[in-house]
């Protein structure tokens, strides 16, 4: 299984992502926007895993220490990296951002402790909306994108461990193990 774990949203919350995805849809000619049922936001990736591996991550999950924090969404952007661009919403630089920083940053340690190679990369909190965005005329795209983008508060409460998969030849994200902070 194809595995990774994430925050999910809420309905509310991701109403209003939607709501925005659906905008820059509108403003494209083409492109692969992300399903409803597929917004969240990536804490650490695992790649291929099997079922001991999968049992050493649930373990992992269990084994982090955090408290309801909340996560303010605001601003977004377009990265343009040829046939790869991507159309994202991002975290704002606060108190919630810290507090998602130190429970990637566990995750990430109990992973390691665990086996798991990481990637390494550095941890840039973002909700991707679309891939592969054909705009229309409208010029600077990431102006465009953050002046309608609306501050978003997003409470967390849990993480989840996600398995990635194609289903009828749609991308699938199915959460198979959910762990709530200590005061959820």
Not at 98 to 124: I, M, P, V, Y
Not at 148 to 159: G, L
């Amino acid at each position: 299984m194809r595995l990774f774990t994430a925050i999910n949203f809420s309905d509310n919350t991701r109403s209003r992502l939607l709501a925005l995805r659906d905008e820059l849809q509108a403003k494209s000619r083409s492109g692969n926007f992300t399903a409803p049922e597929n917004l969240h936001l990536t804490l650490v990736f695992l790649g291929e895993c099997d079922e001991k591996q999968t049992v050493a991550a649930k373990m992992a999950i269990n084994s982090v220490n955090f408290e309801p924090f909340i996560l303010t969404i605001a601003g977004g952007g377009y990265l343009d990296k040829g046939r790869s661009n991507l159309v994202f919403s991002e975290i704002k630089n606060d108190s919630g951002r810290n507090k998602l920083q130190k429970l990637r940053d566990e995750l990430s340690t109990n992973f390691s402790a665990k086996g798991f190679e990481l990637d390494g990369r550095k941890f840039w909190p973002h909700i991707t909306l679309g891939r592969e965005v054909v705009w229309k005329d409208i010029g600077d795209y990431s102006s465009f994108i953050d002046a309608r983008f609306p501050t978003i508060e997003a409470h967390v409460t849990s993480i989840e461990l996600m398995k990635s998969e194609r289903v009828g030849g749609k991308l699938t994200y199915t959460a198979i193990y959910e762990r709530k902070s200590n005061d959820a």
